[in-house]
């Protein structure tokens, strides 16, 4: 997770960060068509944007979510996919003209750059279905409580890219661009665009896990707070970093009169609002003891990367 900044984890910690992305990275290039399959400029498209870095905090959020709770990691990785290439689906179409116009995303060229606007539209389209065709992949022989835990994964991780999802929250982004709105319409703007995908990982992983009822509240707390930190460490780092910290384009939310953290609560304030959620975040993982220390982990590596 080094690329994630310098926050502070524990070698041990970094090196199962590490051990779960490589699992990941694995899994993502088993569960996608290989480029040479026909028809092999959509494979290159997604697997362009799919493989082309990233730190992989949505997967290892459901790992550390399923781990808090006893889970199996083979149990969980179908859906450590299922997020990347939805998390991914969705960057290629914001950077697309229509939406967000970025030449640029973790160092590259865009899909739109490399492969033009209407195949970058179908890898992203390729992605998201495929995120729900692997999800339900599920084994005949698996009995109906395996099966009932992996569709009310796939029912929470749907309704966290829909229209009270991602989805609405990319469209009040764009509806809300130049204008002045407040702090509680820029919260639940950000609570679907980001939060909620972040939100399904957490409960999700929970979810395949066999999680209680106050277990999966308890995790709620954690991902409602963690998933909103993360957005308001994203606008600070958009008015404070560079592009080749970002691997991204600076300063386009400035540019573009967005309402972000920054420009609504001032730097300070932004930097405070973030610390105050990871403490939130925190404390709602107390009753896991050391279970969750996965999960207290990739919190403070979201609140305190600088990139």
Known sequence: MSAAGTAAVSPELEARYEAWRVRVEQALDQALPAETDWPSTIHRALRYSQFAGGKRIRPLLVLAAGEAVGGHPDELMPLCCAVEMIHTYSLVHDDLPAMDDDDLRRGKPTSHKVFGEAMAILAGDALL????????EAPRAWDAGRLRRRLDAMALLGAACGTTGLIGGQVEDLESEGKAIPASALERLHRAKTGALLSACVRGGALLAGADEAALVALGRFASAIGLAFQVVDDVLDATEGAAQLGKTAGKDAAARKATYVSVHGLDGARRMAADLLKEALEALEAFGPRAEALRGLGRL??????
């Open 129 to 136: 279905t495929r995120a729900f065709h692997l999800l339900a």
């Open 302 to 307: 979201i609140v305190e990367r600088r990139a």
